[in-house]
T-cell receptor
Framework: NAGVTQTPKFQVLKTGQSMTLQCAQDMNHNSMYWYRQDPGMGLRLIYYSASEGTTDKGEVPNGYNVSRLNKREFSLRLESAAPSQTSVYFC???????????????FGAGTRLSVL | SQQGEEDPQALSIQEGENATMNCSYKTSINNLQWYRQNSGRGLVHLILIRSNEREKHSGRLRVTLDTSKKSSSLLITASRAADTASYFCATDEGSYIPTFGRGTSLIVHP
């Protein structure tokens, strides 16, 4: 059982380049999330998807777009990367609002992104 | 913005000692969670305590919750070198989406 899988693990971009971070979960969870983690800042929510077909902004959505492709997959796109987007990105999933353990999140291993 | 704030920011102890870290939050919550993050890895859920619970145990972990003081503590008993990690509290304010604090970095020296 793989849980939450993120690709790629590492990426270096030049300012202005675009890229998509991929995330897939195999736990049949309804909700999925994208976070960024910066030193001293903890985890900050970028976007989330409460259920298939819905997406909502989190705390720091500027410069990002997301797609909930199906129940398993939730991608994060940087259209024009900036040095301020250098960070570690985590995808997470949870059973969702209607589940008993709705609040518990399961995380991927992260994508380490550097924007030069 | 962070709801929970962990204290201390960093903790260094010897193997076998107990480690205690605290989390304070600002608004009423439905539940509080603790997560662990090993270096270079994703967060792993440790324990969830509901607002109507005062104490919860899981193996060497003991979590307390004081809603009157808006605070929680995580105690790791008989620490091991493998417990070296960052520990985060996460609170919810009515939605099912937790808000994470900045974390406590724990180093356990063998």
């Amino acid at each position: 059982n793989a849980g939450v899988t993120q690709t790629p693990k590492f990426q270096v971009l030049k300012t202005g380049q675009s890229m998509t971070l991929q995330c897939a979960q195999d736990m049949n969870h309804n909700s999925m999330y994208w976070y960024r983690q910066d030193p001293g800042m903890g985890l900050r929510l970028i976007y989330y998807s409460a259920s298939e077909g819905t997406t909502d902004k989190g705390e720091v959505p500027n410069g990002y777009n997301v797609s909930r492709l199906n129940k398993r997959e939730f991608s994060l796109r940087l259209e024009s990367a900036a040095p301020s987007q250098t960070s570690v990105y985590f995808c997470a999933s949870s059973p969702g609002a209607q589940a008993i353990a709705k609040n518990i999140q399961y995380f991927g291993a992260g994508t380490r992104l550097s924007v030069l | 913005s962070q709801q929970g704030e962990e204290d201390p920011q960093a903790l260094s102890i010897q193997e076998g000692e107990n480690a205690t870290m605290n989390c304070s939050y600002k608004t009423s919550i439905n539940n509080l969670q603790w997560y662990r993050q090993n270096s270079g890895r994703g967060l792993v859920h440790l324990i969830l305590i509901r607002s109507n619970e005062r104490e919860k145990h899981s193996g060497r972990l003991r979590v307390t919750l004081d809603t009157s003081k808006k605070s929680s503590s995580l105690l790791i008993t008989a620490s091991r070198a493998a417990d070296t990690a960052s520990y985060f509290c996460a609170t919810d304010e009515g939605s099912y989406i937790p808000t994470f604090g900045r974390g406590t970095s724990l180093i356990v020296h063998p």
